[in-house]
Antibody, heavy 121, light 109 residues
Framework: QVQLQESGPGLVKPSQTLSLTCAVSGVSITSGAYYWSWIRQHPGKGLEWIGKIDYRGRTDYNPSLRSRVSISEDTSDNQLSLDLSSVTAADAAVYYC?????????????WGQGSVVTVSS | DIQMTQSPSSLSASVGDRVTITCRASQTISNYLSWYQQKPGRAPKLLIYAASSLQRGVPSRFSGSGSGTDFTLTIGNLQLEDFATYYCQQSDSDAPAITFGQGTRLDIK
């Protein structure tokens, strides 16, 4: 079955770039049938959409993060990447990758288990 | 940006109760509205998509309704496993950004 698995350093220093990957198994990220999103959740808070990428590599970002975020795809390894630059303590959160079906009303039907990120020197 | 206002922010109910959570969009989003359930330490789980369509495998006591700007999630005959936090989410085709409501925490009374 299709699975998403986030990974990355659990600890990032302030002002550095946070880099996470999302390994996708069971379906090709270039199949054309899906969008792939990153979402984060600050401790004890709600969900914040970061951005998404489609099978052609086209991206959309949350306007509040657009200047610092980049989402890309590695088709050879069938994985997605998230880079968030100039991090501060406010970027400490659980980061999720998730899938939505093209033409599926934007519903995120499959999620990874999440990757905890702490920002500290 | 489209803002989603969810209410109430929290509510208490008993097993067997029927509860309703509402979500209002700052502009019309047709039926591009989804509902999620999240339990502590877990990723969100899709319950409802297209405002009223039940995701495969989700119990029929969950139902959604609405269109345009006003939406509701109803849970009938609450079960112990339903006590969780619920989020609405919009994804209008004309506005590529996705936004979530602030969440509703459902506790046992």
């Amino acid at each position: 079955q299709v699975q998403l698995q986030e990974s990355g350093p659990g600890l990032v220093k302030p002002s550095q770039t946070l880099s996470l990957t999302c390994a996708v198994s069971g379906v090709s990220i270039t199949s054309g049938a899906y969008y792939w999103s990153w979402i984060r959740q600050h401790p004890g808070k709600g969900l914040e959409w970061i951005g998404k990428i489609d099978y052609r590599g086209r991206t959309d970002y949350n306007p509040s993060l657009r200047s610092r975020v980049s989402i890309s795809e590695d088709t050879s390894d069938n994985q997605l990447s998230l880079d968030l630059s100039s991090v501060t303590a406010a970027d400490a959160a659980v980061y999720y990758c998730a899938r939505s079906v093209v033409g599926g009303w934007g519903a995120l039907d499959l999620w990874g288990q999440g990757s905890v990120v702490t920002v500290s020197s | 940006d489209i803002q989603m206002t969810q209410s109430p922010s929290s509510l208490s109910a008993s097993v067997g109760d029927r509860v309703t959570i509402t979500c209002r969009a700052s502009q019309t989003i047709s039926n591009y509205l989804s509902w999620y359930q999240q339990k502590p330490g877990r990723a969100p789980k899709l319950l409802i998509y297209a405002a009223s369509s039940l995701q495969r495998g989700v119990p029929s006591r969950f139902s959604g309704s609405g269109s345009g700007t006003d939406f509701t999630l109803t849970i009938g005959n609450l079960q112990l496993e339903d006590f969780a936090t619920y989020y609405c989410q919009q994804s209008d085709s004309d506005a590529p950004a996705i936004t979530f409501g602030q969440g509703t925490r459902l506790d046992i009374k």
